[in-house]
C-alpha cells in the first residue's frame, strides 16, 4: 500500500466559508471564537483514516475515508493533528506491538500549528509509511530432515504518533509465510534473527546491522520493502539482500 498526498490546495465557495465562521458575533472577542480548520485528505481510495486534533479546548477526533476534507473547530492557540491509518493509537499516544506479532501496518502523520488569532486556516494530511515488509526466502541442507524456522527479536515495542519507535521487547516466530513487518528502528540498533530446530538455536546474528550494511535506511520518511535471502549449509549462512551478500560461519555466535 502506497500513499500519495499532492499539495493541491482544497477551494470552497466563500458562502461555506461565511457560514463556517459565523458562530462568534463581531461585537464578541474574536479571540475565544474556534478557527475552522479544514484538514484534507487526497488519494487515499477508501482507506479509513483516524484524525485526531489537541488544542486547549481538548480532542477532536474524525473518522475519514477517501478523498476529503474534514471540518475541525479547534481553540486558537498552539494545536496538534494527527493522523493514523493501517493501526491503533492507545490513549496513551502509542501504536502498541504485542510480544510475538510483528508490526501492524501503520500509516502515521502528526504535525504542530499555531492558529493563535487565526479564524481560518488548513492543513494537508501526509501519511508515512513506518515499517518494513520483510520477505524471506529461505534455503537449507535437504539432508538435515528437521524442521527449522526463524525468529526475529528487537528493542522496539511501538510507535508515537510521529513515529518514534518506543522502546521494549519484540518478537515474532516465521513459519510459513516467512515474511515480517518490521516497525521503524533507530539506526544501530541490535535487530536479531534466530535460525531454530526444536532442540537448539542453529544460528543468531544481527539482522539489522546486516541490513543497514546493504544500505537499509530507518531514517526515511517512508520506509522501504527488502527480500532476504538466507542459504543454509552445514558450515555456513549466506544473506542476500538486493545486490549485497555475506557469508556468516555458523561456528561464530553472536
Same mark, same amino acid.
Given at each position: 500500500?502506497?500513499? @500519495?498526498?499532492?499539495?493541491?490546495?482544497?477551494?470552497? #465557495? =466563500?458562502?461555506?466559508?461565511?457560514?463556517?465562521?459565523? &458562530?462568534? &458575533?463581531?461585537?464578541?472577542?474574536?479571540?475565544?471564537?474556534?478557527?475552522?480548520?479544514?484538514?484534507?485528505?487526497?488519494?487515499?481510495?477508501?482507506?479509513?483514516?483516524?484524525?485526531?486534533?489537541?488544542?486547549?479546548?481538548?480532542?477532536?477526533?474524525?473518522? =475519514? +475515508?477517501?478523498?476529503?476534507?474534514?471540518? =475541525?473547530?479547534?481553540?486558537?492557540?498552539?494545536?496538534?493533528?494527527? =493522523?493514523?491509518?493501517?493501526?491503533? %493509537?492507545?490513549?496513551?499516544?502509542?501504536?502498541?506491538?504485542? +510480544?510475538?506479532?510483528?508490526?501492524? #501496518?501503520?500509516?502515521?502523520? &502528526?504535525?504542530?500549528?499555531?492558529?493563535?488569532?487565526?479564524?481560518?486556516?488548513?492543513?494537508?494530511?501526509?501519511?508515512?509509511?513506518?515499517?518494513?515488509?520483510?520477505?524471506?526466502?529461505?534455503?537449507?541442507?535437504?539432508?538435515?530432515? @528437521?524442521? +527449522?524456522?526463524?525468529?526475529?527479536?528487537?528493542?522496539?515495542?511501538?510507535?508515537?504518533?510521529?513515529?518514534?519507535?518506543?522502546?521494549?521487547?519484540? &518478537?515474532?516466530?516465521?513459519?510459513?509465510?516467512?515474511?515480517?513487518?518490521?516497525?521503524?528502528?533507530?539506526?544501530n540498533q541490535t535487530l536479531l534473527m534466530d535460525i531454530t530446530m526444536p532442540d537448539r538455536v542453529v544460528r543468531s546474528f544481527n539482522l539489522g546491522y546486516y541490513l543497514e550494511l546493504a544500505g537499509y535506511d530507518?531514517?526515511?520518511a517512508d520506509l522501504e520493502d527488502r527480500t532476504l535471502e538466507i542459504d543454509l549449509s552445514v558450515t555456513a549462512l549466506t544473506l542476500r539482500i538486493d545486490h549485497w551478500s555475506t557469508v556468516i560461519p555458523l @561456528?561464530?555466535? %553472536?
Amino acid at each position: 500500500m502506497f500513499f @500519495e498526498l499532492c499539495s493541491r490546495q482544497a477551494l470552497f #465557495p =466563500a458562502f461555506f466559508l461565511i457560514l463556517a465562521t459565523a &458562530s462568534c &458575533s463581531v461585537k464578541e472577542d474574536r479571540e475565544s471564537c474556534p478557527c475552522a480548520l479544514y484538514i484534507t485528505l487526497e488519494h487515499l481510495q477508501l482507506t479509513p483514516v483516524k484524525i485526531v486534533v489537541d488544542s486547549e479546548n481538548g480532542e477532536e477526533e474524525f473518522q =475519514a +475515508y477517501g478523498d476529503t476534507v474534514v471540518l =475541525a473547530r479547534p481553540h486558537k492557540g498552539i494545536i496538534k493533528v494527527k =493522523a493514523v491509518a493501517g493501526a491503533t %493509537v492507545n490513549p496513551h499516544g502509542k501504536v502498541e506491538i504485542p +510480544y510475538g506479532f510483528d508490526s501492524p #501496518p501503520a500509516f502515521l502523520f &502528526s504535525t504542530e500549528m499555531d492558529i493563535t488569532g487565526k479564524e481560518i486556516d488548513s492543513v494537508k494530511v501526509q501519511l508515512h509509511k513506518h515499517f518494513c515488509n520483510l520477505s524471506i526466502a529461505f534455503s537449507g541442507p535437504p539432508g538435515w530432515g @528437521e524442521p +527449522y524456522w526463524t525468529e526475529v527479536r528487537g528493542p522496539v515495542d511501538g510507535l508515537l504518533w510521529d513515529g518514534t519507535p518506543t522502546e521494549g521487547q519484540f &518478537s515474532c516466530r516465521l513459519d510459513d509465510g516467512m515474511s515480517v513487518r518490521l516497525p521503524r528502528q533507530y539506526p544501530n540498533q541490535t535487530l536479531l534473527m534466530d535460525i531454530t530446530m526444536p532442540d537448539r538455536v542453529v544460528r543468531s546474528f544481527n539482522l539489522g546491522y546486516y541490513l543497514e550494511l546493504a544500505g537499509y535506511d530507518w531514517t526515511g520518511a517512508d520506509l522501504e520493502d527488502r527480500t532476504l535471502e538466507i542459504d543454509l549449509s552445514v558450515t555456513a549462512l549466506t544473506l542476500r539482500i538486493d545486490h549485497w551478500s555475506t557469508v556468516i560461519p555458523l @561456528e561464530i555466535i %553472536v
